[in-house]
């Protein structure tokens, strides 16, 4: 089916390891997007990219870092991982309307850092 | 600064009632606002929007109202289905295709 679709599902990372978030979309869309869900917060974007090759910093980019090298993917790195960044992690894309459409969400990663 | 504000973290109503969920925002920029419904290990679908040239839009069971005045919008749903049960989001368009979302309202439709 057509959609946004993310890996892993779920992880759990100890203090200081790496990991990358893949989001992979078959929809032909522009506009990429990663936002974390915590309690009480709603969802944040963290990055988001405007088109292949462009990446931009969202409202709370600090420890993660993006990349877009193919118009269809969105990597969401986390280069050395902390306990504030466990979170519920969502990839969402859209075509050059969003406001009026909508984006279309991935079903999320759930990341535990112990 | 939360730009976008839902109070109500949850909302309980009977099925075949209104159910309304209200959200708050301060930016007057925003020029489209949005609801999303999310359940449980799920992403967020997009529900319904509104310009905000507008005052009311509809589709189906889901209305939204805007009060640019107030800078206050509303989704009503009408009649609640147990179906409905969900975390209801509202987001506003912040520029550059970003949505800025709210903190959510759980509702909760028991038949």
């Known amino acids: 089916n057509a959609g946004v679709t993310q890996t892993p599902k779920f992880r759990v990372l100890k203090t200081g390891q790496s990991m990358t978030l893949l989001c992979a979309q078959d929809m032909n869309h522009e506009y990429m997007y990663w936002y974390r869900q915590d309690p009480g917060m709603g969802l944040r974007l963290i990055h988001y990219?405007?088109?292949?090759?462009?990446?931009a910093k969202g409202e709370v980019p600090d420890g993660y870092n993006v990349s877009r090298l193919k118009k269809q993917n969105f990597l969401l790195g986390l280069e050395s991982a902390a306990p504030s960044q466990t979170s519920v992690y969502f990839c969402?894309?859209?075509?050059?309307?969003?406001?009026?459409?909508?984006?279309?969400f991935g079903s999320g990663t759930r990341l535990t850092v112990v | 600064d939360q730009q976008v504000k839902q109070n109500s973290p949850s909302l309980s109503v009977q099925e075949g009632r209104i159910s309304i969920l209200n959200c708050d925002y301060t930016?007057?920029?925003?020029?489209?606002f949005l609801w999303y419904k999310k359940y449980p290990a799920e992403g967020p679908t997009f529900l319904i929007s509104i310009s905000s040239i507008k005052d009311k839009n509809e589709d189906g069971r889901f209305t939204v109202f805007l009060n640019k005045s107030a800078k206050h919008l509303s989704l009503h749903i009408v009649p609640s289905q147990p179906g409905d049960s969900a975390v209801y989001f509202c987001?506003?368009?912040?520029?550059?295709?970003?949505?800025?979302f709210g903190t959510g309202t759980r509702l909760l439709v028991s038949p």
């Open positions: 987001a506003a368009s912040g520029g550059f295709q970003k949505l800025v």
């Open positions: 930016n007057s920029m925003f020029d489209y």
């Open positions: 990219s405007v088109g292949e090759g462009t990446t």
């Open positions: 969402a894309s859209t075509n050059d309307r969003p406001a009026r459409y909508g984006y279309t």
